[in-house]
């Protein structure tokens, strides 16, 4: 059974910077696992931020956030990371951590969950 666990969330003000990561106690056939990070703002739906591929040398990341985030993994600690740089109000949600097919993460679809790691970014 994999576990997901999110750390590095915390109050922030705008244009500071975070980093979150995502740590798994087994991976299942890491060779095949994309990793995204999602956030669920109040009262939006929940979206990619950022995707990566189990080598690392694929990523994704929502316009939204591009230039300013950058999405990296340790497969030898198990972890993948998300740097979060100038922070703005509405970069404020719960941030979760998912492993799954490309396709399926892309739908929303994953095949293991986090429970999240809150980040309010205050003006």
């Known amino acids: 059974q994999v576990h997901l666990v999110e750390s590095g969330g915390g109050s922030v003000q705008a244009g500071g910077s975070l980093r979150l990561s995502c740590s798994a106690s087994a991976w299942i056939d890491s060779s095949s696992e994309y990793i995204a990070w999602f956030r669920h703002a109040p009262g939006k739906e929940r979206d990619v931020a950022a995707y990566?591929?189990?080598?690392?040398?694929?990523?994704y990341y929502a316009d939204s956030v591009k230039g300013r985030f950058t999405i990296s993994r340790n497969n030898a600690k198990d972890t993948v990371y998300l740097q979060m740089s100038s922070l703005k109000p509405g970069d404020t949600a719960m941030y979760y951590c998912?492993?799954?097919?490309?396709?399926?993460?892309?739908?929303?679809?994953?095949?293991?969950w986090g429970r999240g790691t809150q980040v309010p970014v205050s003006s």
């Open positions: 998912a492993a799954g097919s490309r396709g399926g993460l892309v739908a929303g679809i994953a095949n293991y």
């Open positions: 990566i591929s189990p080598d690392g040398s694929i990523t």
